[in-house]
């Protein structure tokens, strides 16, 4: 009795192996689940996204990315020729059934983007795609949000996608192209946060997209860093400003910035005008407003004289007056009268206005600047011939 058994226990062991095994491989049956769920969500893309994460811990992505890429195209699977199924339940909810405008085919490429089943190569192939979709402007650069997605993120599919994104766009246009779109979206300073909060630092970042061949996307984050640690210096001070804290400690505060941030004496004398002047609410009228710069000027030119110890900071302050009084009407007037008390203060020399007046100046508001300064450039060459004759005779 227990001899016939045995045969027929381990046949029907084997034949559940098989069908297990045979569900498991099956894209029918994956397609059967994934385009119910696509039904019952309807057309919200947020709602299908969320179904589609959460999916895919239960449906393996990755043995049918074949599959999940026929059914967000076209709708289910496609036999040979192209051709759909017709055996088969198929979702209204597919790129091909969509509506023909460029917003709804950029949701569907961001939803589409970042499917964590795709294989490595199959990954590649749709970076170096959207690379090029992006370049030429057929899809907007607000789909790289998916790229911030944790998980992804986390397990570097988000880094290594961006390489060959970034490639395959700046070989079919150029950095000015990838910075233009990034800064369009708001996008241009968040290029770090393709790594975990561990790895998140300029040298991280530069030695990975240097070593993969991307020193030009390296050099345009490095530079996006620095813009945005000269804002928040910009902002703090501003704030110092304005709840009157004394001089001596915004200059130790700004001298300590300066050498955490690496910046030069220039560029931190133009973050420095550009903080005073903004740190208070200007005149409309042009007769009051150059005797209230006058005014505050001389209030906050000891902070001015500690940042122009060299000749090319007092160069870099001169054509910062020039473009502020050019960008600001009000101001056009006041100009030689700005140069003169900052001159009078120490702030400015002789030699650095000489040097703006001859060559150095902007072509912004030339000739009017050029024209105000005339009479004081004239003094300033006389009073320095006179001290060259002076010297002589002392000899």
């Given amino acids: 009795m227990n001899y016939t058994q045995k045969p027929t226990l381990t046949g029907q062991r084997f034949k559940t192996r098989k069908r297990d095994e045979k569900e498991r491989f099956d ?18 893309l947020e709602a299908v996204a969320k179904f589609l994460d959460a999916s895919g811990a239960k449906l393996d992505y990755r043995r049918y990315a074949e599959t999940l890429f026929d059914i967000l195209v076209a709708g289910g699977m496609l036999a040979p020729g192209g051709t759909l199924s017709d055996d088969m339940t198929r979702t209204e909810f597919c790129l091909f059934t969509a509506q023909e405008d460029l917003e ?3 949701a569907y490429a961001q ?22 979709l992006l370049a030429n402007g057929n899809i907007s650069a607000s789909i790289l949000c998916s790229l911030f997605n944790e998980n992804l993120v986390k397990e570097g599919v988000s880094a290594a996608f961006a390489v060959k994104l970034f490639k395959s766009w700046i070989n079919e246009k150029d950095i000015n192209s990838v910075a233009a779109s990034l800064r369009k979206v708001g996008m241009d300073n968040r290029l770090m946060e393709l790594f975990p909060a561990n ?10 997209f240097t070593d993969a061949g991307l020193k030009e ?3 345009f984050a490095r530079n996006q860093q620095s813009i945005g640690a000269r804002k928040e210096l910009q902002k703090e001070l501003q704030e110092m400003m304005a709840r009157g804290d004394p001089q001596k400690e915004i200059i130790a505060f700004t001298k300590e910035e300066m050498k955490k941030a690496s910046l030069s004496e220039q560029a931190m004398i133009s973050i420095i005008w550009t903080s005073v002047m903004s740190s208070v609410e200007w005149n409309k009228k042009e007769e009051l407003v150059t005797e209230q710069a006058i005014k505050h ?13 060299q000749g090319q900071s007092e160069l870099s302050l001169l054509l910062k007056i020039q473009e502020y009084c050019y960008d600001n009407i009000h101001f056009m007037k006041a100009f030689q009268k700005i140069v003169v ?12 206005i000489l040097r ?4 150095a100046h902007l072509a912004k508001g030339k000739s009017v600047f050029l024209e105000q300064m005339k009479k004081f450039v004239e003094w300033l060459k006389n009073a320095e011939e006179e001290s060259e004759s002076e010297e002589e005779e002392a000899d």
């Fill in 27 to 44: 894209p029918t049956q994956f397609q059967e689940s994934i385009v119910q769920g696509l039904n019952q969500t309807g057309t919200d």
């Fill in 356 to 359: 703006w007046y001859t060559e």
């Fill in 297 to 309: 000027l001389k209030q906050y030119s000891p902070l001015l004289k500690a940042f122009t110890s």
């Fill in 199 to 208: 790895k998140r630092s300029c040298e991280h970042f530069s030695k990975y």
């Fill in 104 to 106: 709804t085919m950029q």
């Fill in 341 to 352: 008390l900052l001159y009078k203060a120490d702030v400015l020399s002789e030699e650095a």
């Fill in 217 to 219: 996307l390296s050099d």
């Fill in 111 to 132: 939803l589409l983007l970042f499917l964590k089943g795709f294989t490595e190569s199959e990954r590649n192939k749709l970076a170096m795609l959207t690379g090029i």
